[in-house]
């Protein structure tokens, strides 16, 4: 529930914001820079994971982290029943569940079709911060989730 009165089209906004940023995160994890996700977050931001002992804060050790992905990775996620909640006129919630399909030893053109790779939602918090929408924390909740595959030689074609 917003404490702060705001009207339908600054809500609008804020939650277009929000969503935006997810569908970021993702692109560029799958299709950019992975490095570059730490932008997306405040210079305090946390990935984690409720599983483990998995806890990632601040642009730096994001931009480390996220930045150390495989570079023979091929990944894609799917993200649906995006659900952001404002809770004032500058923070904001959001889950969203994801599946990620993915292997590692990719070299080029189509893999055959692989089962996902994990299957979760995400859970978030935004802050916005000098006019600008940000990723506060991301906690990553597994509902199934198994290894990475590396493709061999025959697997590529």
């Not at 946390?46 to 002992?53: I, L, M, T």
């Not at 990632?56 to 909640?85: E, H, K, M, W």
């Amino acid at each position: 529930m917003v404490t702060e009165a705001l009207d339908d089209m600054d809500r609008l906004i804020a939650e277009r914001a929000c969503e935006r940023l997810i569908i970021e995160f993702v692109r560029e994890l799958d299709l950019g820079d992975p490095g570059e996700v730490a932008e997306l977050f405040t210079a305090d931001g946390v990935w984690e994971w409720a599983e483990g002992d998995r806890r990632i804060q601040g642009r730096d050790a994001l931009r480390t982290y996220f930045g150390s992905r495989p570079a023979d990775r091929l990944s894609r996620r799917v993200c649906t029943n995006v659900l952001v909640t404002l809770t004032s006129a500058s923070t904001a919630t959001a889950t969203t569940y994801f599946t990620t399909y993915r292997v590692d030893g990719h070299t080029a053109g189509m893999v055959p079709p692989r089962i996902p790779v994990q299957v979760g939602q995400y859970e978030d918090s935004f802050r916005k911060v000098d006019g600008r929408w940000l990723l506060g924390t991301r906690s990553t909740f597994l509902a199934f989730g198994g290894p990475t595959e590396r493709l061999g030689p025959a697997d590529k074609s």
